[in-house]
Structure formats: structure tokens, C-alpha cells
């Protein structure tokens, strides 16, 4: 019931974009990102309530497909304050966060 | 507007002690909730209230974890005896009632956390 993002890792130069994937083996009816800088308590994003439907937050975006039961989140233009790891989550009567996703962004 | 809060922010004990963390949520949020991040693996769910009523508990690994929530406000998550395999970061986070946010999903906004080292 766990979520599984890919990938696992990844790391930028500042300035390059990246995208995030999120998956599910059941039905999504919302989807939640967080970032966790290390040491720190997760931060909200955004959250996705509808199929297709898109969220930024600055140069930060997100696609939810319903269908495909898939987020993805975009990072543009990578800055070296995005860098930590991104969780995406979802209700599935508890919450579930994502398996997630070490973002590394160096100058 | 202050944060969620946790104390302590770390604590080690010896395995077989009790340790108890406690979490004061944001003012006036009916929801609260506890997770572990155990060796910078995923974040699990523990426990979720809604005021002092515990929603849903299916996150707790065994009876050696007992939360509570009297009176709806500030809970704590009482680990007792610890074992080694309960060290992990415990955060907890609140939210708003879900009728407050016309039904939809909210944001869950989180503590700094407790890094508690079971020796």
C-alpha cells in the first residue's frame, strides 16, 4: 500500500530540472508532497486532489494522473535550497508516505 | 501562530527504560498524528487522533507504545520497556478538521521531531 517513488536518488547541478514519480498500486484520490532537509521535520508542498490536475509552488509543479495512479513533481531550474529528500503521500484510511526520493542539488 | 512542538528533542536510554515524548499540535487542529523514520528509511504512520479519540491505530508495532491524548490538546507516545529497534526520529504533525477544509485532504504540518538512541 506504500507508494513507490523513482528515483531512488538523484543528483543536480544547479540550474537542471528534475521529475519525480510517484506510484500506486491502488486507487489515488489525493496525493501529497513533502520535503525533508536533513535533520528537519517534513514541510508541506502541495497537495493534488484531481485527475490530471496540476499544482505549482515557485518552480515547483505537480501532475497528478488518476488513472495511471501516478504524481509526479517537477523541479525547475534546481536551486541548492531544493536539495533533501521528497516524499509523496496518500490516505488509504491511514497515511501513507512515499518510499522516497534523495534530491541532491550541487553548485 | 506557534508550530507543532515536540519534546525532548533527543533522548537516549538504556534498552528496558521507558521513555515518554510528548507533542503539542498547532492551536485549535483536531487532528494529530504520530510517525517513526527509522535509519533514514520511509516515514511510517503510528497513530492518528482526532481530538482525544484515537482514530486509527493500526500503525503501532506493538503494546509496548502507548499514546494518548487527554482533553484533546498536547499527547504523548510512551514507549516502555524500549528496545534497541525502536531508535528512530519520531515526528508528529496536526492538521484541521477535515469538515473545516470542505471535506477534502489537508495538509499535515509537522514537528521537528524526537531522535530517540535505545542502547
Known amino acids: 500500500q506504500q507508494p513507490v517513488q523513482s528515483p531512488q536518488a538523484v543528483i543536480l547541478r544547479e540550474g537542471e530540472d528534475a521529475v519525480i514519480n510517484c506510484s500506486s498500486s491502488?486507487?489515488?484520490?489525493?496525493v501529497h508532497w513533502y520535503r525533508q532537509k536533513h535533520g528537519e521535520a517534513p514541510v508541506f508542498l502541495m497537495i493534488?486532489?484531481?485527475?490530471?490536475e496540476q499544482k505549482g509552488h515557485e518552480k515547483i509543479s505537480a501532475s497528478f494522473n488518476e488513472k495511471k495512479q501516478q504524481s509526479s513533481l517537477y523541479l525547475t531550474a534546481s536551486q541548492l535550497s531544493y536539495s533533501g529528500t521528497y516524499f509523496c503521500?496518500?490516505?488509504?484510511?491511514?497515511?501513507?508516505f512515499g518510499t522516497g526520493t534523495s534530491l541532491t542539488v550541487i553548485p | 501562530e506557534a508550530g507543532v512542538t515536540q519534546f525532548p528533542s533527543h533522548s537516549v536510554i538504556e534498552k528496558g527504560q521507558t521513555v515518554t515524548l510528548r507533542c503539542d499540535p498547532i492551536?485549535?487542529?483536531?487532528?494529530l498524528y504520530w510517525y517513526r523514520r527509522v535509519m533514514g528509511k520511509e516515514i511510517k504512520f503510528l497513530l492518528h487522533?482526532?481530538?482525544?479519540?484515537?482514530?486509527?491505530e493500526s500503525g503501532m508495532p506493538n503494546n509496548r507504545f502507548l499514546a494518548e491524548r487527554t482533553g484533546g490538546t498536547y499527547s504523548t507516545l510512551k514507549v516502555q520497556p524500549a528496545e534497541l529497534e525502536d531508535s528512530g526520529v519520531y515526528f508528529c504533525?496536526?492538521?484541521?478538521?477535515?469538515?473545516?477544509?470542505?471535506?477534502?485532504?489537508?495538509?499535515?504540518?509537522f514537528g521537528p521531531g524526537t531522535r530517540l538512541t535505545v542502547t
Open positions: 492551536s485549535g487542529h483536531d487532528n
Open positions: 493534488l486532489l484531481k485527475g490530471g
Open positions: 491502488k486507487a489515488l484520490y489525493s
Open positions: 503521500g496518500t490516505e488509504y484510511g491511514q497515511f501513507y
Open positions: 504533525a496536526s492538521s484541521q478538521d477535515r469538515r473545516k477544509t470542505s471535506g477534502r485532504s489537508y495538509e499535515q504540518y
Open positions: 487522533f482526532v481530538k482525544e479519540s484515537k482514530q486509527d
